[in-house]
């Protein structure tokens, strides 16, 4: 059972703002309701007014752009796994947005909505991470950029202001030398780990990211294993694999949940680094 | 706020119009309203089923503009001018929709609780792609759940009705 609330239909980044900055914590912005409505029914939150963004226009859109392909919020996983410039450009985004919950939860749940919610067992803000994206957040009186590092706080937990709406997600257009992945693991509905991989081939090597998601309250880079990569030829990558694969792990900050127990999660996490790795270089 | 009304000072109305199994319906909810309970309490239309409310097992699937959603999670007011099918409204003019067919002939079903929403899900996806691969029907029906564990006939029944839908387009 949902508890009433009060619908507020802004039309506007601004209106939206400034209706969240009047009613605080009381007021939360909904979307595709995936993951907010499932807390509300279980009583695990309460709020007097949800703020519907889907009146809100040009949200919805991928475009390249300077540089970058820009996601728009309120884009579903349905239109993400469907779009033709994303599996251009970020194939591996594409491949997660196909394999995110189940159809229905595809159909109605945004991007935006399930990196602002920051359930830890989620997909998206772990690759976004590896592949160096930058988040939008907009109020009545300007926007700023947040980099996918420092968007997420903790679990459940954003960066965000009370005002702010996250109105897009910006991934650096990736060059003919990029490689990425994404991998999870699990056996419950949710993953029990996530791990991307981003680097470039370029004689080696380089700008290596990784990022590990659910095994810890919040998304991560592990920038100890990817140092150990960092500069490597192929062959001397595939070589030290094992402990990168053990350093990432350690350096996930698992903790031991309903999805597994900490020590599982890290092996789990070097388990994946190396598949990752095969999958990216091909 | 031009899109809701007040009737008293804690009751909020949305004026809701659209199509359930092709009839126009208008009515007014408030915003906390489900989908689940608006077509089962107030409809009366009780092939959908609320099961684990969570969106996982796909017993209340619907077909909202054709596209599978969980009624459960669904507010009402979302189905704003929107074409909303249930499995009561899949049979035309009394003979039955080739999938409902299939899922008879070859016993895609033993309690039955699942059923609705496996053949409206199924339905969606021979509506996009009329002849998937086992794989792709298994990746697209992933998230609607049988506890008979029966699955092994659900899927032939949509494969058998998916060869059936072919030859008659």
């Known amino acids: 059972m949902l508890r009433r609330f ?98 229905r939860v595809r159909q109605a749940g945004t991007l935006g909505g399930n990196l602002c919610f920051a359930e830890p067992h989620a997909d998206p803000g772990t690759l976004l991470m590896a592949l160096g994206a930058k988040m939008i957040a907009a109020k009545s009186t300007g926007q ?125 996490v070097g388990v994946l680094l190396k598949r990752a790795f095969q999958s990216a270089i091909g | 706020m031009a899109t809701a009304m007040m009737k008293s000072s804690d009751t909020q109305l949305i004026p809701l119009s659209f199509t359930l199994n092709g009839r126009l319906q208008e009515f007014d909810v408030e915003p906390h309203e489900l989908l689940l309970d608006v077509v089962r309490e107030r409809l009366g239309l009780t092939g959908v089923k609320r099961s684990c409310d969570v969106q996982v097992c796909g017993a209340c699937t619907l077909l909202v503009d054709g596209r599978p959603v969980s009624a459960c999670t669904t507010l009402a007011f979302e189905v704003r001018g929107r074409s909303v099918l249930t499995i009561e409204g899949l049979a035309e003019n009394g003979k039955l929709h080739p999938l409902q067919e299939a899922f008879i002939e070859h016993g895609g079903f033993q309690c039955g609780f699942c059923t609705p929403g496996m053949i409206l899900a199924a339905k969606a996806l021979l509506d996009e792609n009329p002849n998937p691969t086992e794989a792709e029907l298994k990746h697209f029906m992933h998230g609607n759940i049988c506890r008979c564990t029966g699955y092994k006939k659900i899927i032939e029944s949509i494969m058998a009705a998916a060869k059936k839908m072919r030859s008659k387009s």
């Open chain 1, 144 to 268: 700023r950029e947040i980099a996918a590092a420092e968007f997420f706080v903790d679990a459940y937990e954003t960066s965000l202001q009370t005002d702010e709406v996250l109105t897009e997600i910006r991934v650096p257009t990736p060059s003919a030398k990029s490689r990425s992945a994404y991998l999870k693991f699990g056996y419950l509905e949710r993953p029990s780990v996530g791990l991307a991989l981003a680097f470039n081939l370029n004689g080696g090597l380089r700008d290596v990211r990784i990022a590990v998601g659910c095994a810890g309250p919040a998304p991560r880079r592990v920038e100890e294993a990817e140092s150990m990569l960092e500069g490597k030829s192929r062959e001397e990558a595939e070589r030290i694999l094992p402990q990168a694969g053990a350093a990432a792990g350690r350096a996930s900050q698992a903790i031991s949940d309903l999805h597994g127990a900490q020590d599982y999660k890290e092996h789990i």
């Open chain 1, 6 to 103: 009060r619908l507020e239909e802004p039309e506007t980044v601004a209106e939206a703002s400034e209706i969240l900055g009047r009613f605080g914590e009381s007021a939360k912005i909904y979307a595709g309701g995936t993951e907010l409505l499932l807390a509300m029914k279980e009583g695990l939150v309460q709020y007097e007014r949800l703020v519907n963004l889907k009146k809100l226009k040009g949200l919805n859109e991928v475009a390249q752009e300077g540089g970058e392909i820009r996601i728009g919020a309120l884009c579903t996983h349905h239109q993400l796994e469907g779009s033709v410039l994303l599996q251009k450009q970020l194939p591996a985004l594409t491949k997660l947005e196909q394999n995110v919950a189940n159809v």
